[in-house]
């Protein structure tokens, strides 16, 4: 069997038992079309006999159209007491009419008698029947041989005995999985040679691997090297415990150190990152920024003599050209870094400089402003607005003339905030308001409010991750807090930070820089809207009024 490895993505049935990780119905159809857009050629969309959710899924899926995918449905073989035209799990994967079936079954004799309470020769039987009832009914059977590695190392006959029995009742692709994820990568490697040599070139041999002794994109590697052509995974590494194999580094990694085509695409590697950021924006997790290949600091270089070496040698510290997965290096700015740090990320933003920025003010700069408790580090959006503010012409999209901000409790109830914000946006001043259940949150709807009347566009940004650190923790309450904030977007996040002893002030000072960048990323015209214009009418007339109220 040749041709590109297959991948085959279980985000949204596998990686879903992520603690902490709830797709609802619609994120689940929204991660599967991007999926099918990056040309992913199998989605397995759920398990439609455990849970209502995931039968849902399959039935909305069904007016979607897929131009690359094929919808897989995932589910267990009949029970030992069940025929399979009675079995209702098996009923489930037929009524969820997708035109692949996964079927996993049990490869380990200790699970087949001391877990389903069957002899082995009704296991084979209820693996054998299951495969077949699937196939007849006109479906490509993929079987999941659950706990393979551990059933081979107890009973290698049997273990290849379940193998063929699923074959034999017309599963094509077979794949061996080390669902407790506790195998060693030569482990892997030897078993999974040993398979393909007893099963062959005419059954398509699969992996699907557990991260628990973190080495699952190893092993999965190891097992394609062995012979293996399918390999599944789930995008960021996400599912249960430790994790699946992460689809997104075993991809970048056949492609750009093993040198083997793969579908989707490995060639374009630089919708990776792309991908990565969408599942874990819709999965509500922040974006791991030290993921390999895709995140945000997979080449950022922090020290003095790496930063240094970089600025001469872009080679000289990454393993491989970060464009090829659509990345570009980063110097990290922070004072561990030297001059050539703060030199090479001008040159990075030369694009946005006519008349340049001297790299060495930039780095005094940079330096003066974090020992007064800035820090950019990370903060790349917040770097980038240091550098396009001192182009001289440079205008600020808006201003925030002042701002109000009260946090009350009253006779023992929920502690309620309100922010009052007036921005200033070519001239025309708007006075928003806002609730939040906290003094920030409020801040951030009331800020929101008044800029999102002026630029729309901002309706589609939002908060993905907001953190604060004391930066001199001996001052205990009296300590300078840095906030840092991460923004995202469909087109992406970046971070932005501000630092102050009052952490409303550093707060307002970040989403200030977050969304001052996302009307620059999203090149964000101010806009007139109707209810603008009248409830600023409305507001400019309280304005008036105020000062005569308090006079009175
Ligand atoms: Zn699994």
Not at 18 to 35: F, M, N, Q, T
Not at 405 to 417: C, D, I
Request: charged share 25%.
């Amino acid at each position: 069997m040749s041709g590109p490895i297959i991948l085959y993505d279980t985000t949204l049935r596998d990686g879903s038992q992520r603690e902490g990780l709830v797709l609802s119905l619609a994120d689940k159809l929204k991660i599967a079309r991007r999926l099918d857009e990056a040309g992913f050629p199998y989605i397995e969309g759920g398990w439609p006999g455990s849970n209502p959710k995931d039968e849902e899924f399959f039935a909305a899926a069904r007016s979607m159209t897929f131009r690359h995918a094929r919808l897989a449905a995932f589910g267990s073989t009949r029970h030992r007491s069940h025929s399979v035209e009675t079995d209702p799990n098996i009923r489930a994967l037929l009524e969820a009419a997708t035109p692949v079936t996964t079927i996993f079954g049990k490869s380990w004799l200790l699970h087949v008698t001391r877990v389903l309470g069957a002899t082995a020769e009704e296991n084979l039987a209820m693996i054998g029947d299951s495969v077949a009832h699937l196939h007849a009914a006109g479906r490509e059977v993929i079987y999941d041989a659950e706990h393979f590695f551990d059933g081979y190392k107890a009973d290698a006959a049997y273990a290849l005995a379940t193998l063929r029995a699923a074959i034999a009742a017309g599963a094509t692709t077979v794949v061996l999985c080390d669902t407790n994820g506790g195998c060693l990568t030569d482990e892997v490697a030897d078993l999974t040679r040993a398979v393909a040599a007893e099963l062959g070139t005419e059954t398509t041999l699969g992996i699907h691997v557990h991260d628990d002794a973190g080495l699952a994109v190893a092993n999965s590697l190891a097992a394609v090297q062995a012979g293996a052509r399918h390999v599944q995974g789930t995008i960021n590494g996400y599912g249960e415990r430790c994790g699946n194999a992460n689809l997104v580094t075993i991809c970048a990694n056949l492609g750009l150190k093993l040198g083997l085509a793969t579908v989707p695409d490995g060639s374009v590697l630089g919708w990776l990152p792309e991908l990565s950021r969408f599942v874990a924006e819709v999965a509500n997790i922040a974006p791991d920024a030290h993921a390999p290949y895709v995140g945000t600091s997979a080449f950022a270089h922090k020290g003095g003599v790496h930063g240094a070496a970089t600025e001469r040698l872009e080679q000289a510290y990454q393993h491989v050209d970060p464009a090829l997965v659509g990345g570009q290096s980063r110097l990290v700015v922070s004072e561990l870094g030297g001059k050539a740090n703060a030199a090479w990320r001008v040159r990075q933003l030369a694009h946005l400089m006519t008349d340049g920025l001297d790299p060495a003010e930039l780095s005094r700069l940079v330096k003066q402003l974090e020992s007064e408790g800035a820090s950019f580090e990370g903060a790349d959006a917040s770097f980038e607005l240091l550098v396009r503010r001192r182009h001289p012409e440079y205008r600020a999209p808006f201003r925030i003339v002042d701002f109000t901000v009260l946090v009350e409790r009253r006779n023992g109830a929920e502690s309620r905030a309100e922010a009052s914000v007036k921005v200033e946006v070519d001239g025309e001043v708007l006075h928003t308001a806002a609730d939040g259940n906290g003094p920030v949150n409020a801040l951030d709807l009331a800020l929101r409010k008044a800029l999102g009347a002026f630029y729309p566009a901002l309706d589609a940004v939002h908060l993905v991750d907001y953190k604060v650190r004391i930066l001199d923790g001996e001052a205990a309450t009296g300590a300078r807090t840095r906030v840092s904030i991460e923004t995202g977007h469909e087109t992406g996040t970046w971070i932005t930070a501000a630092a102050d002893a009052n952490i409303i002030a550093a707060s307002l000072a970040a989403l200030h820089d977050s969304l001052e960048y996302a009307i620059w990323r999203l090149d964000a015209q101010p806009e007139r809207r109707d209810e603008r214009t009248s409830s600023r009418i409305a507001i400019a007339r309280r304005d008036e009024r105020q000062p005569a109220e308090e006079a009175s």
